[in-house]
């Protein structure tokens, strides 16, 4: 593999493991916050709409954007039944063909089907439904694009890694 791609791999590599350590760390605010509510709901008899919100919104945007962090990591799950018994240039072929035709495509839908729908959500403002919900509902659907944005970086780093794999192999 050539030093520049090399280069281009690591750096899209850092963006999203960056990403998703920066997200990961919402996790602990999550837990904090579903501890609080549940305290002040059963403790005190106290509830609110907007705190619910906001769990449920980070939990979405640590979902999302820690997915392209999680491939690198190679930490999804998969069906590797077969997989574990291939060689290493074997995997790295179903790797490589995997990106190619599967994930990038679906990361790519995903990108172009949201992004009018996140776009429109920004150019109104979107709000929650209920009364006492959250402001900003546009920044949620902000994060669709986002993450399959990442997710297709992602992919192409793991492509030019496999890639050069299997050029090494070859030597």
């Keep these: 593999m050539s030093d520049f791609l090399a280069a ?6 850092v963006l ?8 990961a760390w ?11 509510v549940v305290v002040l709901r ?22 999302m954007l820690a997915a392209a962090w999680t491939l690198r ?6 069906m590797d039944v077969l997989y574990r018994s291939l060689k290493p240039r074997a995997q790295a072929w179903v790797d490589l063909i995997g ?3 599967l994930l990038l495509p ?36 902000a994060v669709i694009p986002t993450a399959s944005g990442l997710l ?7 492509i030019i890694r496999r890639a050069g794999q299997l050029a090494r192999s070859r030597e």
């Design 42 to 63: 059963y403790g005190f008899g106290f509830g609110r709409i907007y705190l619910q919100e906001i769990i449920t919104y980070l939990h979405a945007t640590v979902f």
């Design 106 to 141: 679906t990361a790519g839908l995903l990108f172009w089907l949201s992004y009018d729908y996140a776009e429109k959500a920004w150019l109104l403002r979107e709000a929650s439904r209920e009364t006492d919900g959250l402001p900003f509902l546009y920044l949620l659907k």
């Design 8 to 13: 281009v791999d690591r750096a899209l590599s």
């Design 152 to 158: 297709i970086l992602q992919g192409l780093a793991d």
């Design 26 to 36: 919402l996790t602990l605010a999550m837990v904090l916050l579903t501890a609080t």
């Design 16 to 23: 999203c493991a960056y990403v998703g350590r920066a997200v």
């Design 99 to 101: 990106s190619v035709f």
């Design 73 to 78: 990591l190679d930490g999804h799950v998969r």
